[in-house]
């Protein structure tokens, strides 16, 4: 354990600033989608644009063309928060709870759905970690492989404000910690931790937020 605590204290030393600022925005993208706040995007951009630098200059070209993606889907996101009419500063908190249409509806697909979609998207993972472990030199093949198709998955689920993608991220991030444990990337583990706690608290917050629109809908049903 004391090993463990140390490396991740000379890992933390030895970040440089941009690797820094790239964990605080990832930290902040998390905490802000979890509260519906619409500033969660701009805190993706600036931290998959400083991830894709720096997985560049350590020649991990994937995943520095993952965090493309990313930048694309924050900016989809942003878009699509803000056509939908989604406030996001504090002063329209208590305006947003008094008026159901100022706020971005969340959305919630049949577990049926889900499950349909997991088949497909682990067919998906199985061919391709099939190709990375047969044909590249990549560590985890399959696990690594499953943890980036439903991470580009799950991204796409958070731009559409769909509840369940937060139960997504939270098996994603399980799987991140064992696999960067086993790769002793302490710090990086450390940071998926946080991920994951974030993530059920995201999930709680978008329930319980879930739960007062569809009380509000069906009110609004009985009153016509």
């Given at each position: 354990m004391s090993e463990i605590i140390s490396s991740i204290t000379n890992e933390i030393l030895a970040m440089n600033w941009l690797e820094l600022i790239a964990v605080i925005a990832s930290l902040a993208y998390v905490v802000l989608a979890g509260k519906s706040n619409i500033w969660c995007w701009p805190a993706?951009?600036?931290?998959?644009?400083l991830y894709c630098?720096?997985?560049l200059d350590v020649n991990l070209f994937m995943d520095s063309v993952l965090q493309v993606y990313y930048i694309a889907m924050a900016v989809y996101g942003w878009a699509q928060w803000r056509q939908i009419g989604l406030l996001d500063d504090d002063k329209s908190t208590s305006s947003r709870n008094a008026n159901s249409d100022?706020?971005?509806?969340?959305?919630s697909w049949p577990a049926m759905l889900h499950f349909k979609l997991i088949a497909i998207l682990s067919l998906v993972s199985l061919v391709i970690g099939y190709v990375m472990e047969n044909?590249?030199?990549a560590d985890f093949a399959y696990l690594d492989t499953f943890t980036t198709v439903f991470s580009v998955y799950a991204t796409y689920l958070i731009a559409i404000r769909l509840l369940e993608t937060w139960l997504y991220w939270i098996v994603i991030d399980i799987v991140g910690?064992?696999?960067y444990n086993e790769k002793s990337l302490n710090l990086t583990m450390l940071l998926f931790a946080?991920?994951?706690v974030l993530a059920a608290w995201a999930y709680w917050?978008?329930?319980a937020l879930y739960q007062q629109q569809q009380q509000v809908g069906n009110l609004a049903q009985q009153a016509g």
């Open positions: 993706a951009i600036v931290s998959s644009s630098y720096i997985l100022e706020i971005a509806p969340l959305q044909y590249t030199q910690l064992y696999i946080g991920y994951t917050q978008w329930r």
